[in-house]
């Protein structure tokens, strides 16, 4: 059983720094895609960025240059480090595994999510 777990949220002023963390189970974690999304309130869930097997990365415009996605495969643990962060990225941020290979942002392409960890960027 796939179980995805989310910490590491919490509330920061502009320009602070936070670090996700999302463990992983069941499964053999170092052979698919992983991803961040989020979703603000009365909006959709976006795609944040991506990491596959090999370490090649992808990231959504709006976090470029300011959020970095990285993994251990020995711990089974995903990792978004986020620094410089704005009031629009507060939202709650989901961790996800892709049923394909090839990284995207699309949440279509995912099919196992965690629960979630709320972050909170007061200006």
């Known amino acids: 059983q796939v179980q995805l777990v989310e910490s590491g949220g919490g509330s920061v002023q502009a320009g602070g720094s936070l670090r996700l963390s999302c463990a992983a189970s069941?499964?053999?974690?170092?052979?698919?895609?992983m991803g961040w999304f989020r979703q603000a309130p009365g909006k959709e869930r976006e795609g944040v960025a991506a990491?596959?097997?090999?370490?090649?990365?992808s990231y959504a415009d709006s976090v470029k240059g300011r959020f970095t996605i990285s993994q251990d495969n020995a711990k089974n643990t995903l990792y978004l480090q986020m620094n410089s962060l704005k009031p629009e990225d507060t939202a709650m941020y989901y961790c996800?595994?892709?049923?394909?290979?090839?990284?995207?942002?699309?949440?279509?392409?995912?099919?196992?999510w965690g629960q979630g960890t709320q972050v909170t960027v007061s200006s």
């Open positions: 996800a595994r892709s049923r394909v290979r090839t990284c995207y942002l699309g949440s279509d392409y995912y099919d196992d």
């Open positions: 069941g499964y053999t974690y170092s052979s698919y895609c």
């Open positions: 990491i596959d097997s090999d370490g090649s990365t």
